[in-house]
């Protein structure tokens, strides 16, 4: 896992380094994961950040967990009544069994060495029927694409610590951690769209 203090470095320009190397997706992709009506749902914005997901859904209660003191800060500039920001580690989190109807993860799977031992912590964190929605970088197949991740993405923005999948590892990655797929896709070459459920 990448160490927070480089989080605490990057804080005031991270939303907007992230908007630039999405490559356009940072509205549609943020779009895509939430539509659906979640008014009435407990969500979890996992690894929050800045609060790309946190501010933007509609949900009876939001919490958003990240381990930057920085980040969080400037995500707590926007003031929601429902939600609550938790200083926290993904492979533990500090939650009850079967808290959250939804968990969003943007941008963040790559930090982790281990993103299994993650979505273990979302399966346990979901209600049955519960949905965890992934958007981040993954590994191509594609020889062109494949060279934008590891050289672009891997050295000048992740200075050579991130771990990324292919789509087959994803879905091996999900199933392992007990969810259905109902959605695994690249998006521009690059990145991949994930969305699974915990089963009823």
Same mark, same amino acid.
């Given at each position: 896992m990448v160490a927070p203090s480089f989080f605490e470095k990057v804080a005031p320009v991270y939303e907007f380094l992230t908007r630039m190397f999405m490559l356009g997706t940072f509205e549609s992709a943020r779009d895509r994961m939430l539509n659906e009506d979640t008014s009435a749902f407990s969500v979890l914005d996992l690894c929050? +950040?800045? +609060?790309? /997901? $946190?501010?933007?859904?509609?949900? !009876? &209660?939001? #919490?958003?967990? @990240?381990?930057? *003191?920085?980040?969080? $800060?400037? =995500?707590? &500039?926007? !003031?929601?009544?429902? !939600?609550?920001? #938790? &200083? +926290? =580690?993904?492979?533990? %989190?500090?939650?009850? @069994? +079967?808290?959250?109807?939804?968990?969003?993860?943007?941008? $963040?799977?790559?930090?982790?060495? %281990?993103f299994g031992k993650v979505l273990a912590e979302c399966f346990r964190t979901l209600k049955p029927g519960g949905k965890v $929605? *992934?958007? @981040? /970088?993954?590994?191509?197949?594609? !020889?062109?694409?494949?060279? /934008? #991740?590891?050289? /672009?993405? &891997?050295?000048? *923005?992740?200075h050579n610590i991130m771990w990324v999948h292919t789509l087959e590892e994803w879905r091996k990655l999900l199933t392992e951690a007990g969810f259905e797929v109902e959605e695994l896709e690249a998006v521009r070459g690059v990145f991949v769209f994930v969305r699974a459920r915990k089963p009823v």
């Open positions: 929050t +950040g800045t +609060g790309y /997901i $946190a501010n933007k859904i509609e949900a !009876k &209660r939001i #919490v958003g967990l @990240d381990q930057s *003191v920085q980040m969080m $800060a400037l =995500n707590d &500039r926007t !003031k929601r009544p429902n !939600k609550t920001l #938790v &200083r +926290g =580690n993904a492979y533990h %989190l500090p939650f009850e @069994d +079967g808290e959250f109807e939804r968990i969003y993860c943007s941008s $963040a799977s790559h930090e982790f060495k %281990l $929605a *992934v958007y @981040d /970088i993954y590994q191509p197949k594609n !020889k062109f694409y494949s060279l /934008i #991740v590891n050289t /672009i993405y &891997r050295y000048p *923005v992740e």
